[in-house]
Structures are given as structure tokens and as C-alpha cells.
């Protein structure tokens, strides 16, 4: 039984020197980068750093914000210039001549704009506007003109934005 205890003592033994020489070693890394990380003159103050970080962080914030507001009015200003556009090219005569004719529809976002329509002919050339209200018009319009319609709006489309 003693033999066992002396056995067992020695084992012990070497896993505490085993165990120290790993924590020396441990220490001295540790030591060693703690020297590089704020050696010399030209060691960092982190805390520094840190509070120099988060004023810079608030400051995007503020920035972003603003932005954000500006981003908002524009796009509420933008909503009534032209953004959609639709030409249609026609022959409006059955006597040749070619599609010289067109009808050409300028609208905001909120289908309100003007339709021009040029009808030309070999001897005369007529244009013609129509005002349209939020997608009415209070005259008739003419086929060339609903297609001009129709392809103004089915290219627009509204830019989205990622948002986190």
C-alpha cells in the first residue's frame, strides 16, 4: 500500500510541474502580447480608442438620420415631376406615309401629366394635348393614347430600399 501512495505521489508531482510549466508558458505569452499591445511610447490607451469609436458611432447615427429625413422629403418632392414615360409611334391614315404619328404620355407618380399626340400627315401635321388628373382624363382618349398610358406605367416602378 505504501508503494501505491509513493506511486501515486509521483504522478501527482508530474502533473503539477507539467501543470505549472504550461501556466509559465501561458504567462509569458500573455506577457509577451501585453508588451506588443501597449509597448513603448507608442502603446494604445484603449479606453481611448473605445470612447473614440462610440462618439464616432453616434455621429453616423446623427448622420443616418438626417439622411434618412432628407431621403423622405425627397422622395415625397419627386412624387410630382415626370417619371413616367410611354410613346407610342402610329400611322393614324390609311394613304401610306409611314409612323410618323406618335402619343406621348408624361406622368408623376400619381398619374398626373399630359398626353401629347402629333398626328401627322402628308399635307398637315396636327398636335393635341390632353390633361390627365390622377388617371382620369375629362375627354376621350384615343387607343394610341390608353397604350401610351399603359406603357408609361408598366415601366415604371418605385425604388425600394433595404432597411435593417
Known amino acids: 500500500m505504501q508503494g501505491n501512495i509513493q506511486n501515486l505521489s509521483l504522478i501527482l508531482s508530474i502533473l503539477a510541474v507539467l501543470l505549472g510549466a504550461y501556466c509559465f508558458w501561458q504567462i509569458r505569452s500573455l506577457s509577451k502580447l501585453r508588451s506588443i499591445f501597449f509597448g513603448g511610447s507608442k502603446g494604445i490607451d484603449l479606453e481611448e480608442v473605445i470612447y473614440s469609436l462610440g462618439s464616432e458611432i453616434k455621429d453616423s447615427r446623427q448622420h443616418l438620420d438626417l ?20 410613346l407610342i409611334r402610329f400611322n393614324p391614315f390609311n394613304d401610306g406615309g409611314g409612323n410618323f404619328s406618335f402619343a406621348l404620355a408624361l406622368l408623376d407618380a400619381h398619374n398626373t401629366g399630359v398626353i401629347i399626340t402629333s398626328m401627322y400627315g402628308r399635307e398637315q401635321n396636327r398636335v393635341y394635348t390632353k390633361k390627365i388628373v390622377e388617371g382620369e382624363c375629362e375627354n376621350q382618349l384615343t387607343d394610341e393614347e390608353i397604350q401610351a398610358i399603359e406603357l408609361a406605367n408598366s415601366k415604371f416602378q418605385e425604388p425600394k430600399l433595404k432597411q435593417k
Do not use: E
Open 67 to 86: 439622411l434618412q429625413t432628407t431621403l423622405s422629403q425627397l422622395k415625397s418632392d419627386f412624387g410630382f415631376a415626370v417619371q413616367k414615360v410611354g
